[in-house]
T-cell receptor, first 116, second 114 residues
């Protein structure tokens, strides 16, 4: 079974600074997808960024980028120029191919507070 | 396009009752997955439906069931409610049900069992 671990339950960062959220996972698969989802206090889960394991290049989406280390099974999220609206729970998630349906496996989440 | 919608947004039930939650996927999406979110257990997969068929089920008791209709709308049902069923229930849809799809989440239904 796959496991996803987020070792930082809570983090805080000053507005305009950079913060990195950690995620490690365990799998024997060679190809899979990794995701970062954001869940603001209003509860709607929003996709931040996704990475296919076969792609060497780290994914970026505006101020959000990842550092994907396949051998180390590490998938960290860097948020640059943090904004107050980035305050949320962040979940790292894993998806692999299964013969019967799809299932996201989530980490426990990191609560990020951006301070003015 | 409208996003994933879930109704109702809030529910209060008592132990022993049953409840039905509804999810309407993004237009054109054919796969619907359900997740339970609690402070203690985090986000856990319940089941996934594609073309009206349950393809995958998480490790939940048989009191948790679901179905999908021909228009891809999905419902989940919890019978004989227990206090531990209090949670945020999230629904997610994806276009083709492929493992390469991204899942898009609804706002959730907050269920409180008294």
């Amino acid at each position: 079974a796959q496991t996803v671990t987020q070792s930082q339950p809570e983090m805080s960062v000053q507005e305009a600074e950079t913060v990195t959220l950690s995620c490690t996972y365990d799998t024997s698969e060679s190809n899979y997808y990794l995701f970062w989802y954001k869940q603001p206090p209003s509860r709607q889960m929003i996709l931040v960024i996704r990475q296919e394991a076969y792609k060497q290049q780290n994914a970026t989406e505006n101020r959000f980028s990842v550092n994907f280390q396949k051998a180390a099974k590490s998938f960290s999220l860097k948020i640059s120029d943090s904004q107050l609206g980035d305050t949320a729970m962040y979940f790292c998630a894993f998806m692999k191919h299964v013969s019967a349906g799809n299932m996201l496996t989530f980490g426990g989440g990191t609560r990020l507070m951006v301070k003015p | 396009k409208a996003g994933v919608t879930q109704t109702p947004r809030y529910l209060i039930k008592t132990r022993g009752q049953q409840v039905t939650l509804s999810c309407s996927p993004i237009s054109g999406h054919r796969s619907v997955s359900w997740y339970q979110q609690t402070p203690g257990q985090g986000l856990q997969f319940l089941f996934e439906y594609f073309s009206e068929t349950q393809r995958n089920k998480g490790n939940f008791p048989g009191r948790f069931s679901g179905r999908q209709f021909s228009n891809s709308r999905s419902e989940m049902n919890v019978s004989t409610l227990e206090l531990g069923d209090s949670a945020l229930y999230l629904c997610a849809s994806s276009p083709s049900g492929s493992w390469t799809d991204t899942q898009y989440f609804g706002p959730g239904t907050r269920l409180t069992v008294l």
